[in-house]
């Protein structure tokens, strides 16, 4: 992983802290996440009239994750619905790499040497680590959709890795992914709530379509990324979002930093810098 691509996803991680925060609106989560998830979609389209189609090699990988991202759009609505995000996000976000590595050695056969297997490791015990610092009691149901949640991160990271790399053209992946993806949660929504429920989301329409630019151009880095540089390295380096969330709630939103949170942000911060250092090797 070369630098330019290193600071790249890690720009991508703040952008995708910061969409994440927006799911929180004071409006129902999926009606948040089908608000963001259709800005992504316009955005997507736009991009697709400059960019074209991707390969048909792909097409089989889009139909996965955008199937997948459905699943991962309601996992995460139902998680934040029973559970607080300062637990939900950092159990999501933190299972998720370690899931992603098993897979990748398993089906992509990228090669990672043991410095940056262990990076993904440390960067993930971190990221579990802040969840439970902040939570005095586990709910087991936010714990379970958090971890459904994983999975469902673990299944779209390794298709849109793969289905970019047959695509020839990432940009035009990215593009049809998110018109896919926002199309696919859309339709969910219409079928199940109706017209009037969509009508909700006028008050949160403008910083949900802030989340929803931010979450594309987040994305958009890490399918690019992943065609130049091991999926699960990409991956893992993208769920360092949460020590840019931790950063901002302690710095800008004064939250106390408890302990255990300040030794869970260093775990990520040694895990980022084994990673880093394993591109060396």
């Given at each position: 992983m070369s630098l330019t691509v290193f600071l790249a996803v890690l720009a991508a991680a703040a952008l995708h802290a910061g969409w994440n925060a927006v799911v929180?609106?004071?409006?129902?989560?999926?009606?948040?996440?089908?608000?963001?998830?259709?800005?992504?979609?316009?955005?997507?389209?736009?991009?697709?009239?400059?960019s074209g189609f991707p390969a048909r090699e792909a097409w089989g990988w889009l139909a996965l994750s955008g199937g997948v991202h459905l699943l991962y759009g309601l996992a995460l609505a139902e998680a934040y619905r029973v559970g607080d995000m300062g637990f939900v996000y950092p159990v999501a976000r933190g299972a998720a790499p370690m899931m992603t590595l098993i897979g990748s050695l398993i089906f992509v056969g990228d090669p990672l040497p043991p410095l940056a297997i262990a990076g993904i490791v440390v960067l993930g015990s971190g990221i579990a680590l802040m969840a439970f610092s902040r939570a005095s009691i586990v709910d087991g149901r936010a714990l379970l959709f958090a971890l459904l949640t994983a999975c469902t991160i673990t299944l779209y990271?390794?298709?849109?890795?793969?289905?970019?790399?047959?695509?020839?053209?990432?940009?035009?992946?990215?593009?049809?992914?998110?018109?896919?993806?926002?199309?696919?949660?859309?339709?969910?929504?219409?079928?199940?709530?109706?017209?009037d429920w969509l009508k909700q989301a006028r008050p949160a329409l403008i910083p949900g379509m802030a989340g929803g630019a931010m979450g594309f151009v987040?994305?958009?880095?890490?399918?690019w990324a992943m065609t130049v540089a091991p999926i699960a390295l990409v991956a893992a380096l993208r769920e360092s979002s949460i020590l840019f969330a931790t950063?901002?709630?302690?710095?800008?939103?004064?939250?106390?930093?408890?302990p255990l949170r300040i030794a869970a942000a260093l775990f990520i911060v040694v895990g980022i810098v084994l990673m880093r250092m394993a591109t060396f090797i």
């Open positions: 929180k609106l004071r409006v129902e989560p999926l009606l948040a996440i089908v608000l963001i998830n259709g800005s992504c979609a316009v955005l997507g389209l736009v991009v697709l009239l400059f990271t390794i298709a849109d890795g793969l289905g970019a790399r047959a695509s020839g053209n990432p940009h035009a992946y990215a593009a049809a992914m998110f018109v896919l993806d926002g199309g696919f949660l859309l339709l969910y929504t219409l079928a199940t709530r109706g017209v987040a994305y958009w880095i890490v399918i950063l901002i709630a302690i710095f800008v939103l004064k939250e106390k930093a408890v």
